[in-house]
């Protein structure tokens, strides 16, 4: 069940996307995010996902894996669901709006399958840098902003840990019904947590000693800007430019 979520775990292989600078994958995925939110119709719709599953494709990792990100998400799925039915929501735009969580949910786990956490660290480092003028502490931010995108893994692995403990002294949660599972589940909740946030306060302490939290951190890598750094930071840009005249400009 948990070990099949990829959501902040990095996949080694050689690609076009793991090759790009990190900053210009955040800055692809935040304009992405922008472009979903302003996009009403479902053909604009259709075309971010397919533009979404070209990009997939691109890093060279089974499309199988970002599919099983999803079902982390299947409950809000539930929930907003059952929301438009109560307040009358369109089927069609409830859809839709599942669609956008969806891709860009695929977005945050193509980053982390393609980008090392330290990666990650000086992209958030080199993109909030501007806020050092204001006396703000950007390294500790970017810091806090990938711990809590690795306590997502950290959980599923806990997660893995106890059922596997539980399954050696004869609860199998696997073939249980699903009253079963849900009693699992809600009593290993608690120590789930417990371990995550101990395990996330390990790893923080342990970056914070090789001093990402400080602004003079020098990174061993080069991280290079590319042409395909600029080509793909201009094709999101000009997506958002065309959606913009069309749903705002008209």
Known sequence: MFHNIMLGRYYPVRSKVHAMNPISKLLCIFIFIFTTFLSTTWQLNVFLLMLTFLFLLLTNIPIVHYFRTIKIVIPIYMILFIIGIIFHIPLLDSFFFMVKITLILFYFTMLTLTTPITEIVYGFEKILSFFNLFGLNVS??????????????????EGSRILTSAASRGIDYKHSNLITKLIILKSMGRTILSLSIKRSEDLRKAMALRLYHSNKRTNFRMNRWKIFDSYMIMMYALVLLLIIKKEILG
């Not at 711990?147 to 893994?153: A, C, L, V």
């Open 140 to 157: 500790a931010i970017a810091l806090s902003i990938t711990e809590s995108i690795r306590f997502i893994p950290n959980m599923v692995d």
